[in-house]
């Protein structure tokens, strides 16, 4: 991901309930059923956030069967932490 990915990313994790999902993804791949399971909110709703979050490639996405399963897209999130890391360097430095 270069800095033009950044913009979709920010926009993706501006959201509590996408934060929240990425924050459950973290035991593993799971389907949209189980995730939605975690939400007091309808298929639709989480479907929308999961299709935000493939979108800023924050999270993959796998069908199996009749299912769809999501993790989470490490690389990006690596990109990023090297992307802020370099603003904790800067203060380190004054």
């Known amino acids: 991901m270069s800095n033009m990915g950044f913009p979709e ?15 459950i993804l973290k035991e593993g791949k ?8 975690h939400f007091d909110m309808t298929g639709a709703t989480i479907s929308y956030h999961l299709s935000q979050l493939k979108k800023a490639d ?3 996405e796998t069908k ?3 299912f ?6 490490l690389s990006v999130f690596e990109e990023l ?9 800067v203060q380190n430095e004054n």
Request: charged share 25%; proline share 2%; net charge neutral.
């Open 58 to 60: 924050l999270v993959t």
């Open 9 to 23: 990313t920010f926009k993706a994790l501006s959201d509590p309930v996408r934060r929240e999902i990425l924050t």
């Open 68 to 73: 769809v399963y999501y993790e989470l897209n």
């Open 30 to 37: 799971m389907s949209a059923g189980d995730i939605a399971g």
């Open 81 to 89: 932490m090297c992307w802020i890391s370099q603003f904790k360097e």
């Open 64 to 66: 199996y069967k009749n």
